[in-house]
């Protein structure tokens, strides 16, 4: 990982039955959800997610075969009261 940063130092501190960590100013991440890794040294690293669909969204269903339901005769009227 190449640092861009000097290192700081933090808390931390427990947040109802969580952890959480405070982070410095210039620390920030975009408010909404992380990624967190633990590499084999142990170190832990939060990356911002990506929000939205994923890039390849589209290309998974490219392949299936969609069909058009058939419509199903009901035996009875339904009632709504």
């Known amino acids: ?3 861009t940063q000097p ?3 933090t808390t931390v501190f427990k947040s109802g039955t969580s952890l959480a960590v405070r982070l410095p ?3 920030a991440l975009p408010i909404g959800r992380v990624v967190i890794m633990k590499n084999a040294n142990g170190n832990i690293e939060l990356v911002a997610a990506k929000n ?3 890039e390849n969204f589209k290309a998974m269903f ?3 075969d969609w069909e058009m339901p ?3 005769k009901s035996e ?3 009632s709504w009261g």
């Open 1 to 3: 990982m190449k640092v």
């Open 25 to 27: 100013k210039g620390y």
């Open 52 to 54: 939205g669909w994923p």
């Open 70 to 72: 058939t419509k199903i």
């Open 62 to 64: 490219q392949e299936v």
């Open 7 to 9: 290192q700081k130092t």
């Open 76 to 78: 009875r009227p339904l």
